[in-house]
């Protein structure tokens, strides 16, 4: 039989989810072409929302700009929404999550799967809870979450960006992934769900400390600092409130990471010289940061991970791929149809490039090993 969906959606990402979803299920025969999503129903240049998303298929008041499928289909009424549906896709306010569930007791099917888009904590007089456990204990279904670094209008513009699954059973974390994966859009499977909700949680209190550092006019090293600490801090939260938290075993602390930061500086540089918007810059540095760990890995032994979260790992690699001289020149090198050389000569008064080189270096590591397609 095939598969029906449920796209729970108030705002912009769950319009830009509709989107995916809407044109995955159109190219696979495995699922139903009509999606219902529910929308809180509001007036809008005094026509109901809803029916302002099924006949202009747009989401004027949230993501304006961008065209849903025409098999998505706007519902006020979240129960009529989800009735029959096998997957569930939550993206609302966590606020709303309880009541939400509530009104769905009982008229959903009992064998559903859920998966919550949702980045916040449930905390009560019984103490912490995940949003996903809620929507497990209060609808008796499993529940996954997808968290990641895909700020909504860019991932309506189809630039590419990354997207975390968090799923204890492996079947149910290949469906979901063959949902919403798309060439813009990656989607890696973990069975670490806690640990992926918290970092999409966590990770809001240090947007709000950057906005912050942005208001008083701090330098791009100080919001590094707050970004290396705040990852230490969601960590140990984590650890803390749902143990046990288990880290990759990368040994690494005798290398010297700061040349591999040039060399991820200059993508960050060019990435942003075509324009391809945050997301995709996130993860050119998550991919870079990992290289510089395999590399080190494979080259220089006996070391620790934490070492990557010192100052000289992910802050340099923040900093450096914002606003260093490699991030700085890559850009330029993309816009001015200049040579390195040349724009090495004009902006940097005497100085010389460290990305560039070290590229050529590793490169030629890599090549030595046979492992340039590792």
């Given at each position: 039989m095939?598969l029906?969906?449920d796209?729970?959606?108030?705002?912009?990402?769950?319009?830009?989810?509709a989107?995916?979803?809407?044109n995955n299920?159109?190219e696979?025969?495995?699922?139903?072409?009509?999606?219902?999503?529910?929308?809180?129903e509001e007036t809008?240049?005094?026509?109901?929302?809803?029916?302002i998303?099924?006949?202009?298929?747009?989401?004027?008041?949230y993501?304006p700009?961008t065209?849903l499928?025409?098999?998505?289909?706007?519902?006020?009424?979240?129960?009529?929404?989800a009735?029959?549906?096998?997957?569930l896709?939550?993206?609302?306010?966590?606020q709303?999550?309880?009541?939400?569930?509530?009104q769905?007791?009982?008229?959903?099917?009992?064998?559903a799967?859920?998966?919550s888009?949702?980045?916040?904590?449930?905390?009560?007089e019984q103490?912490?809870?995940l949003?996903?456990n809620?929507?497990?204990k209060?609808?008796d279904?499993?529940?996954?979450v997808?968290?990641?670094?895909n700020?909504?209008p860019e991932v309506?513009?189809?630039?590419?960006?990354?997207?975390t699954?968090g799923?204890?059973?492996l079947?149910h974390?290949?469906?979901?992934k063959d949902?919403?994966?798309?060439?813009y859009?990656?989607?890696?499977?973990?069975d670490?769900?806690?640990?992926?909700?918290?970092?999409?949680?966590l990770?809001t209190?240090?947007?709000?400390?950057s906005l912050i550092?942005?208001g008083?006019?701090?330098?791009?090293?100080t919001?590094?600092?707050?970004v290396r600490?705040g990852f230490?801090e969601?960590v140990?939260?984590?650890?803390h409130?749902?143990?046990?938290?288990t880290l990759p075993?990368?040994?690494?602390?005798?290398?010297?990471?700061?040349?591999?930061?040039?060399?991820?500086a200059?993508?960050a540089?060019?990435?942003?010289?075509l324009?391809f918007?945050?997301n995709?810059?996130?993860?050119?540095?998550?991919l870079?940061?990992?290289?510089m760990?395999?590399f080190?890995?494979?080259?220089?032994?006996?070391?620790?991970?934490?070492?990557?979260?010192?100052s000289?790992?992910?802050?340099d690699?923040?900093?450096t791929?914002?606003?260093?001289?490699?991030?700085r020149?890559?850009?330029?090198?993309?816009n001015s149809?200049?040579t390195?050389k040349?724009?090495e000569t004009?902006m940097?008064n005497g100085?010389k490039?460290q990305?560039?080189?070290?590229?050529?270096?590793?490169?030629?590591?890599l090549?030595q090993?046979?492992?340039?397609?590792k």
């Open positions: 095939p029906s969906l796209p729970t959606s108030m705002a912009s990402k769950g319009s830009v989810i989107k995916i979803v809407g299920v159109l696979k025969t495995a699922y139903v072409q009509r999606i219902p999503m529910y929308v809180y809008v240049n005094g026509k109901k929302l809803t029916e998303i099924n006949t202009q298929h747009e989401n004027i008041k993501l700009g065209r499928p025409d098999n998505i289909v706007a519902v006020s009424d979240v129960v009529a929404a009735r029959g549906a096998d997957i896709i939550f993206v609302v306010p966590h709303f999550v309880k009541s939400i569930c509530r769905l007791k009982g008229a959903i099917k009992p064998d799967m859920a998966i888009l949702i980045k916040g904590l449930d905390v009560s103490g912490l809870n949003i996903s809620v929507i497990h209060l609808l279904i499993d529940c996954a997808l968290m990641g670094a700020i909504a309506a513009r189809e630039n590419y960006c990354e997207a699954i799923c204890s059973d079947e974390g290949k469906i979901l949902l919403f994966q798309t060439s859009f990656r989607i890696t499977v973990v670490d769900v806690q640990t992926v909700e918290m970092c999409g949680a990770k209190i240090l947007f709000v400390a550092a942005d008083m006019e701090m330098i791009a090293n919001k590094a600092a707050i600490l230490i969601i140990h939260f984590t650890q409130f749902f143990p046990p938290l075993v990368w040994f690494v602390t005798s290398f010297d990471t700061t040349t591999r930061v040039n060399i991820v200059l993508g540089g060019f990435i942003d010289g324009q918007g945050d995709t810059k996130a993860a050119v540095i998550r870079g940061l990992m290289e760990v395999k080190a890995d494979d080259n220089f032994k006996n070391s620790h991970i934490e070492t990557f979260l010192e000289c790992g992910v802050a690699l923040v900093t791929c914002y606003c260093g001289r490699n991030k020149i890559a850009e330029a090198f993309v149809g200049k390195i040349q724009l004009e940097l100085q490039l990305g560039p080189p070290t590229a050529a270096e590793v490169y030629t590591i090549k090993n046979k492992m340039e397609n």
